[in-house]
């Protein structure tokens, strides 16, 4: 039986010609900055999204974090959504790390406005915390991949620069926030000091993430990356998965939208299983099965056992993800086990 695996786009396979690309890279020692391989792969990154620098990660953590403290200092407050991978799942780092408070909003499907970003930024007072950066997360995983409206980064951008306030992305999935409304990356990046984009969440290169800036920030960054342990040798091997990932996996993410959809659709139609099908944006879905009365626990494991792998999202929420390595038939396959798992039909 063949395994469905639809628990994240992070766990794709290198292909062959990934595989290949890896097994042909030159290499040098990477804290001397003279990899070449890596040295290609931060240059073409810097250039995609309209950078002048970018530097070369081992995971969307650290490139998230060394960028918060790039962009503060110990003592400020950062404005943030409530369901944030930075607030949700990085470990508390902002303030293990960098001595920072994170404000978080509640938003809608992942956004927030600049309205309520206004709202909370602190006053000039000795008592509270300066407000300094505002983060933003596009597309949002815990929101089910929705993409964050161009329109309303622009306004918090103006608000910001108004208000001297640095801006953030955390774009991991940047990527399919592009594939899916075709605005130009470099549109995204340029309204952010720094932005961090993925290369294993949906690209499919096996590891590492990049952190893209002006060249005196970047710089900065590869300071903190050494001292939070991120200083790396012949990563060249590495970071030609990257390359690999960004010259024949960007054009295809459509398709992974259009899967998830599909699926979407097919579990929109089980009887007591709650999705939001505005918010299947991209490649993520997200539903609830609060009231089938069945634990999340239990449903993940008799899915599993039908060769079908997704993953709880907290609560009573269950996610499944779309990647290059499912096609049609995958999905068709995963959608009729979900719902004859539900309504009882011949598995």
């Known amino acids: 039986m063949k395994i469905i695996d639809l628990r994240s786009d992070t766990i794709t396979h290198p292909s062959e010609g990934m595989r290949k690309a890896i097994f042909q890279a030159e290499v040098g020692d ?14 073409m990154t810097a ?17 998230n974090q060394v960028g918060l403290r790039c962009l503060t200092s110990a003592g400020d407050e950062a404005v943030i959504e409530k369901n944030a991978h930075i607030f949700r799942y990085e470990c508390g780092s902002a303030s293990a790390m960098s001595g920072i408070q994170l404000n978080t909003i509640a938003g809608t499907h992942g956004v927030i406005t600049r309205e309520q970003i206004e709202e909370a930024i602190r006053p000039d007072d000795e008592h509270q915390p300066p407000t300094k950066l505002v983060c933003l997360e596009n597309t949002h995983n815990k929101a089910g991949g929705t993409i964050f409206p ?15 306030i640095h801006t953030y992305l955390d774009g991991a999935r940047l990527w399919n926030a592009s594939a899916a409304t075709g605005i130009p990356l470099p549109d995204y990046a340029a309204q952010f000091d720094l932005v961090s984009v993925c290369l294993s969440k949906g690209l499919g290169a096996p590891v590492g993430s990049v952190l893209a800036g002006d060249i ?6 590869r300071r903190f990356r050494k001292a939070f342990g991120g200083g790396m040798r012949q990563v060249g091997i590495l970071a030609a998965a ?17 899967r998830a959809e599909k699926l ?71 959608g009729k086990v979900i719902s004859d798992y539900f309504t009882g039909g011949s598995l």
């Open 30 to 43: 990477d804290v001397f900055g003279d990899d070449p391989t890596v040295v290609k792969l931060q240059e």
């Open 47 to 63: 250039e995609l999204l309209g950078k002048s620098a970018s530097l070369y990660f081992p995971s969307g953590t650290m490139s």
């Open 150 to 164: 161009f329109d309303e980064i622009v306004r918090i951008r103006e608000l910001c620069l108004r208000r001297n």
């Open 216 to 221: 005196d920030t970047i710089n900065q960054a």
């Open 242 to 258: 990257g390359i690999y990932a960004l010259e024949h996996n960007l054009n295809r993410l459509i398709e992974d939208h259009h």
């Open 264 to 334: 979407a659709e097919t579990i929109a139609e089980i009887p007591k299983i709650d999705i939001d099908l505005d918010s299947v944006q991209t490649n993520i879905v997200i539903f609830d099965v609060k009231n089938t009365g069945i634990d999340p626990q239990v449903i993940e494991d008799e899915l599993a056992a039908e060769g079908v792998l997704i993953v709880s999202m907290g609560g009573t929420l269950l996610r499944a993800v779309c990647h290059l390595d499912v096609d049609d038939e995958d999905i068709d396959r995963a």
